[in-house]
């Protein structure tokens, strides 16, 4: 009889493990894996976020809507104001970055303290990016990958780029290279995520920016599965409809050469074993590669910025992994058909927009966005950077990135795509 309730036993926990492997299995890997096979004639219109309603049904829902809203108001606030804050090692009391002559010249870092710039009617240019983007993600002839997936079927993985701010109610799309690393500084203000000697940082330039790309430091969307189980797609949905959500874009091809600039121009351990030797081995027919990349470097042996074009439309790139978020496509990190953006900003006009941003969060009187990049003229930068590259290389980057030049209303390169 011992025996029989035992074996009972050990089938329930094991039928129950085996529905939670499979479970945490579809979550982060089958809707990926099923939209990467499936084709679909035309797109759907995006699902609406629960609403209440009457009925059996709408009640329950309710009931969870009221439970969630509970922990959204209650339970997350008090983490984000106690235990979930990270103690860093002692920092002197000015951290801000010292860059070498040459990070300085590759980044474009302008540390000067500037006024922000006040363009015309910026309530209406919002307006307008919002309204392009809007009416792009409606349209059914235009088309790119996993445009069509509704927010549901985004695997968690893919939503590692939100990062949550729970005091002030803001959710934010880091772009890399798009100046995130000031924006991620901003969030750990707003968030009081990360502590210097017991008391939150209060100015974003002095927060390392060794602390500020450490993942630990923020909370995205992807670690909620293992905080609220089965509830964390139904948070999420509450929090995108409550919280004013932004993202920064830029000029696609610009953003292409400021990332090959900062990752293969300067010495980087771990681009170099990741990526440029792969790079070079293939596209150089480079054998024998040091170790290190200050041997490479010393050396004379360098990615170009053709070997860095060859490897993003080789087929063979994102068989073996999806692209690294330097150079990953914005609407793949941060999904704005899916995503009902409050905010748009650009690289282009980061000073007036991040000044209205913070005006409409409401926290201008706490902090000032950080002077960060200068503004260089993106067309002078292509047309050096691609003057070797091949034209039919560069119109098949265009069809690479063309999702993100036409969502975030950036003009074809003609000059770059025709002879």
Request: one cysteine or more; hydrophobic letters at 40%.
């Amino acid at each position: 009889m011992t025996q029989t309730r035992l074996f009972r036993l050990w089938l329930v926990l094991g039928s129950v493990f085996m529905v939670l492997l499979i479970i945490v299995y579809w979550d982060n890997v089958g809707t990926a894996h099923f939209y990467l096979h499936t084709s679909f004639p035309r797109p759907h219109p995006l699902e609406p976020l629960p609403t209440p309603a009457h009925g059996p049904e709408k009640e329950f829902m309710s009931d969870v809507d009221v439970f969630l809203q509970k922990l959204l108001s209650g339970r997350l606030k008090q983490n984000a104001l106690s235990g979930k804050r990270t103690e860093q090692p002692s920092v002197p009391a000015s951290s801000r970055p010292v860059l070498s002559n040459a990070e300085e010249s590759v980044r474009g870092y302008d540390w000067s303290t500037r006024d922000a710039q006040q363009g015309p009617a910026p309530g209406g240019q919002q307006a307008e990016r919002r309204s392009v983007l809007r009416g792009l993600c409606a349209n059914a002839s235009f088309v790119f990958p996993t445009k069509e997936r509704s927010f549901d079927d985004i695997p968690n993985y893919e939503l590692n780029h939100l990062i949550v701010d729970d005091r002030h109610g803001v959710i934010y799309c880091y772009v890399p290279k798009v100046a995130c690393t000031n924006w991620k500084r901003v969030m750990i203000v707003l968030s009081e995520s990360l502590l210097d000697r017991g008391a939150p940082y209060r100015d974003p330039l002095d927060i390392p920016r060794e602390y500020v790309h450490n993942s630990s430091t923020h909370l995205t969307f992807n670690k909620f599965w293992r905080r609220y189980g089965k509830f964390s797609r139904h948070l999420m949905k509450i929090k995108l409809k409550k919280y004013t959500k932004f993202l920064f874009v830029r000029d696609p091809f610009v953003r292409l050469i400021s990332a090959f600039r900062s990752k293969f121009q300067l010495e980087n351990e771990e681009f170099y074993r990741k990526f440029a030797v792969p790079m070079l081995k293939m596209y150089a027919n480079r054998t024998g590669l040091p170790a290190s990349v200050s041997e490479a470097f010393s050396a004379g042996l360098k990615v170009s910025f053709a070997n860095f074009i060859q490897y993003l439309l080789d087929p063979r790139t994102e068989k073996l992994a999806p692209f690294n978020e330097h150079w990953r496509q914005v609407h793949r990190l941060c999904h704005p058909c899916q995503i009902d953006y409050d905010f748009v900003g650009k690289l282009e006009t980061l000073e007036q927009d991040a000044a209205q941003l913070l005006r409409l969060l409401k926290v201008d009187k706490l902090l000032h966005f950080p002077p960060s990049y200068r503004n260089r003229t993106a067309s002078s930068w292509e047309e050096h950077w691609f003057a070797t590259i091949p034209l039919a290389w560069r119109q098949q980057l265009y069809k690479l990135y063309e999702a993100d030049f036409v969502l975030f209303g950036y003009p074809k390169p003609e000059n770059l795509l025709r002879d």
